[in-house]
Nanobody, 123 residues
Framework: QVQLVESGGGLVEAGGSLRLSCAVS????????MGWFRQAPGKEREFVAV????????YYADSVKGRFTISRDNAKNTVYLQMNSLKPEDTAVYYC????????????????WGQGTQVTVSS
């Protein structure tokens, strides 16, 4: 059974940094693209970043480009999201998700999701 468990969220001041982790159980982690998404209160879930199965390709939402970095360690079955220069508008629950096939930004194309981790950025 596949399980995704996020960690690393918390409360941080604007301009600060956090690193989120997503540990994935199950086989063949290195065969799947992994994405990060977020959902702020009262808003729809939105794409943040995605990394290809090999880690050789990444893609970011314009709102986080240059501030966030997605990476993965296939030996540890873990994907990361390094978040720098955080802004209050980054406040949301952050989710990791797994996708079979190439990287994609569409939420509906991901088949397994974690439970989410709260990130709160104070002004």
């Amino acid at each position: 059974q596949v399980q995704l468990v996020e960690s690393g969220g918390g409360l941080v001041e604007a301009g600060g940094s956090l690193r989120l982790s997503c540990a994935v159980s199950g086989r063949s982690f290195s065969s799947y693209a992994m994405g990060w998404f977020r959902q702020a209160p009262g808003k729809e879930r939105e794409f943040v970043a995605v990394i290809s199965w090999s880690g050789g390709s990444t893609y970011y939402a314009d709102s986080v480009k240059g501030r966030f970095t997605i990476s993965r360690d296939n030996a540890k079955n873990t994907v990361y999201l390094q978040m720098n220069s955080l802004k209050p508008e980054d406040t949301a629950v952050y989710y990791c998700a797994r996708r079979t096939g190439d990287s994609d930004t569409r939420i509906a194309s991901y088949d397994y999701w974690g439970q989410g981790t709260q990130v709160t950025v104070s002004s």
